[in-house]
């Protein structure tokens, strides 16, 4: 990537790499993960460090160009891009840096995956997410969901401090002890509403002795609802399960040829579950046949079963002991990719429709992975209303009727994931900007297509897809409540444009009395609402 030397930025730091819309680079830099936005943005500017960020801040502030940070592009709804916007770029900061044995200063560019890697040759981890080619920047200041919520928390639990450009670009490092009201704030709230963060500092857990990760599936329509009402009822009675598991289900459409299909439907549905396990594989199979009996089959039915052993403590190990040392990380990547249902998994040939052509072209297959590169997506999410087994049940049957009444086609996957509360979640909630700390669980409607890199100039199967996702969320409106912010969706209120608009749809993923504090804190470290961005946090009183 060349240097921009144009007179438009020639003030520029020498090493500050910025892309501009003449290079050539440019069709390459500008892309994100959802690619059904296909954002123009003015420049894209490569941060390594917090000087590079409060270069590009200044500069923004004194030409008047607004800007979006991006920290690995995974905003579900492209908000870390922009027309005519500057990127800050943070996907150059990735080296990890150790603070003894048992704490890591973590830059937010830095990929899950190779955060795994790393640590897993260490003999340690932390809770991150499941998707391996999702940034730690965006992940953490949303909260952070993972396959080790219930045994360690969210990821934003693991943070002691972290190094911030503010608005005025101070920088600073927030912790429990210093700046605290401003610590919590980043703890949950989503990026870029207070400053950039260029590094969090981390508590590192430790993987030893052994680790579990598996995968099932069913097929079956009776044992489809049947699996998921239990690990609904397990999770809403959340002393009877251990923290050590954490796992997530799906409940998907499915090729309908060779079923037997319910009246009324259109499509098969499948469900699948995956988790990970702080503990053997001997005990990871007594404890699943132990909640959900003969629906768990012999080892050898597995879509996936694999341990791996650490036997020496973090710090320990030799350089010769960490070469090929990451195992975990591969099976988390596997079950990742199988809990977000993927073409090359279901074990059978595709058609292309259950429901005849929609009279534009379909493509052969769906996305191979949710997680491999940017594809065009729409998600949504909520948490159950449900107070005891029963409407847990018909929330359940709600979604199985849904999916099998809605059309199955081979260039689509969508499905509801279904993901694990309790645990550590439950502890210590004031510490950290989520309202949902009590639920046994969280729902997210997901939808991905196409197997194509420019997928987003296809506006008609965009708006038939994001309109299923919506659809499906008010059909189940009389049953769930909330939202969470890693998994955005700007479309939960008639008119988010709107100031008053903008306040009910951030109290749906805040709550009330979270959003009142949050906006009190905004004033007072971004006034001038410098940060702000279609779903940002308006200050209070506003200005």
């Known amino acids: 990537m060349d240097v921009k030397t144009t007179n438009s930025i020639g003030s520029a730091p020498e090493d500050l790499r910025i892309i501009d819309m003449d290079s050539p680079l440019y069709h390459y830099a500008r892309v994100i993960s959802n690619t059904r936005f296909g954002h123009m943005p003015k420049y894209i500017a490569y941060c390594e460090h917090a000087e590079h960020v409060q270069w590009c801040l200044t500069y923004c502030r004194d030409h008047g160009l607004d800007f979006r940070i991006r920290s690995g592009g995974h905003q579900h709804e492209g908000m870390c891009s922009g027309n005519g916007v500057m990127i800050i770029d943070l ?279 949710t997680c491999d590169r940017p594809h065009p997506h729409k998600v949504t999410s909520g948490f159950p209303k449900a107070k005891n087994n029963q409407e847990h049940d018909t929330l359940i049957d709600s979604i199985y009727e849904y999916l099998g009444r809605t059309c199955y086609y081979s260039d689509v996957s969508q499905y509801m994931s279904f993901h694990c509360l309790g645990g550590a979640v439950t502890q210590h909630p004031e510490s950290r900007v989520f309202a949902f700390y009590e639920k046994p669980y969280m729902l997210q409607i997901q939808c991905w297509w196409d197997d194509a890199g420019n997928a987003f100039t296809n506006e008609t199967r965009n708006k038939v897809y994001v309109k299923w996702v919506e659809d499906f969320r008010k059909h189940l409106l009389p049953q769930i409540e909330g939202a969470f912010i890693n998994f955005i969706d700007q479309s939960l209120v008639d008119d988010p444009h709107t100031p008053e608009g903008r306040l009910e749809l951030l109290a749906i993923y805040y709550g009330e009395k979270h959003l009142n504090t949050l906006r009190v804190l905004k004033a007072r470290y971004d006034e001038g609402n410098f940060f702000n961005f279609e779903m940002s946090i308006p200050p209070w009183p506003p200005l």
């Open 91 to 369: 996907s150059k900061m990735d080296s990890i840096e150790y603070i003894g044995d048992e704490e890591a200063w973590i830059p937010v560019g830095k990929q899950l995956g190779k955060v795994y890697e790393e640590l897993e040759a260490r003999s340690q981890i932390i809770p991150g997410g499941g998707c391996q080619s999702v940034n730690v920047g965006g992940l953490t200041q949303g909260g952070g969901w993972g396959l080790s919520i219930r045994k360690l928390g969210m990821t934003c639990d693991s943070i002691t401090e972290c190094e911030m450009v503010l608005a005025s670009g101070e920088i600073v490092y927030p912790s429990h002890k210093e700046l605290s009201d401003l610590f919590w704030a980043i703890k949950g709230s989503g990026g870029g509403n207070f400053g950039v963060i260029t590094k969090f500092k981390f508590k590192l857990a430790s993987l030893v002795p052994v680790m579990t990760s598996f995968a099932l599936l069913w097929q079956k329509p009776d044992d489809v609802k049947l699996v998921l009402k239990r690990w609904a009822h397990l999770h809403a009675n959340l002393d009877e399960l251990d923290p050590a598991l954490s796992t997530a289900c799906g409940m998907m459409v499915a090729n309908p040829e060779n079923v037997l299909l319910p009246d009324g439907h259109l499509s098969a549905v499948h469900s699948r579950m995956g988790g990970q396990f702080y503990g053997s594989k001997a005990d990871l199979l007594d404890l699943l046949r132990k909640y959900f009996g003969s629906l768990i089959p012999d080892e050898k039915d597995f879509v996936q079963l694999a341990e791996t052993r650490y036997e020496i403590p973090a710090g320990k190990r030799s350089k010769s002991d960490k070469e090929g040392a990451s195992l975990l990380a591969h099976h988390q990547a596997k079950v990742a990719d199988f809990i977000n249902p993927t073409s090359t998994m279901d074990h059978f040939d595709y058609k292309t429709s259950s429901c005849g052509d929609r009279g534009y072209k379909v493509l052969p297959e769906a996305p191979t992975s």
